[in-house]
Structures are given as structure tokens and as C-alpha cells.
């Protein structure tokens, strides 16, 4: 897999017109594999100095959640931290460890927010629009939005919306009675089926085993990198 032509912004106003440029190719609908046969988690660690990243990808097959395939880099944020604009900091090393994949993903569960952003264009939609993929966003908090508490059960969702009332995504439960995540679409598929994928690879956790998956080897990679004294 090659996800090339991405190039960083060097001020934030190139930035935000990035995001303005993109945003419109963002797909709402879907609807999305049902049955995907592999399922892929994203999630990026930092140093205490917030100077150095490891970037992961997990895959799994998506029926028995075993890890099929991973990559993970390590490296410099590409970009300062503006809030709004947290993809450009870490969206190189992501697509970075995505081409060293051996195994396509169908569906990418990003640590991160989709549609539910302050711009309309977090980082599950950025990923979706320069790779192609189906793509959704799994918040652990929530950047946007007002909602109120979805049942205690598993399964049950309260619509996240803007001031407008814009749904913006929906407040998850994944587990009876713990609290609950934030599932936006990225792109590519719908929030219906966003959902499903994301209870279908969350059997046991509050999180998807696609975000603790990739979770873990990031860590585990920064822990070594740091360890040996590489990049310091």
C-alpha cells in the first residue's frame, strides 16, 4: 500500500485551507463494509517532552480479533499543537506506518474524533479522504457537541449534536453500565454501520480491541525507542 502525495503544512493557515480543501470530499454515507473481513486501530503514543511519537496499526481478522498484521513508526510531530488542527502532528507517521502494512485493512477505528471536531475534519477524516478507507472515530471524551446519558445497557446511544442540533455522531455504550465512547463517522461509511463495527471489535472493554491493540504497541515501541537513547 502507498499512501503518498501528503505534504505537511508549514503554517496554520495552510493548515486550516487544507482542511477547507478536503473537507467537501468527505463521504457521510457510506454505507460501508457490513462484514469486513479485517479491521485496522490507529493510535499514536508521545514522550513526557511531547517531542517524540510512536504511530501504530494494528489489524485484525474481524471475527476473531487476532492481530493479523502491525506497523508502527517512530518520529517527530510533524506539526505544532494548534487545537482543530491535532491531525497534521500526527497523520505523516500514521500513513507512514500504513504503508508498511503487508495486509489492506477494509475498516480503520482511529484513536480520534471524525465528524465530531470543532472543524468538521478530525483526524478519522482526514486518514478516510488521503487513504480511501472506511474510516470511523472512537473518542474516549468528546470534543464537540451536547448529549444526554444513553441507557445503561450495551449498545444503547444518545445522538451527539452541535448547538444546531447537527448530529454530529453518537454517545456509545460498549460495556453495561461503564461509561460510554464517542463514535463519529471518518468517512466512507455510515453511523449506523460505524457503530455496529465498532461493538462488533469491543466483546469485553470499554475500547475496541482495534484502539487497545494499537495502543499497546505504540507504548511498548516509545518504551524501547526511549530506553536505548535513540532520538535524544
Known sequence: MTFSGWETPRTVEEAYAIQDALRPLVDLVGPGPTEPATVAGLDVAYAEDDDLLAAAVTVLDARSLAVVDSAVVVGRPAFGYVPGL?????????LDALDRLTVRPEVLICDGHGLAHPRRFGLACHLGVVTGLPTVGVGKTPLVGRWGPPAARRGAWSALRD?????????LRTRDGVKPVFVSVGHGISLDNACARVLAVSPRYRLPETVRTADRLCRDALRGHLRSGQGR
Not at 491535532?86 to 500514521?94: D, G, I, M, V, Y
Open 86 to 94: 491535532f491531525a497534521f502532528r500526527e497523520l505523516p507517521a500514521l
Open 163 to 171: 448547538d444546531g442540533g447537527e448530529v454530529l455522531g453518537r454517545v
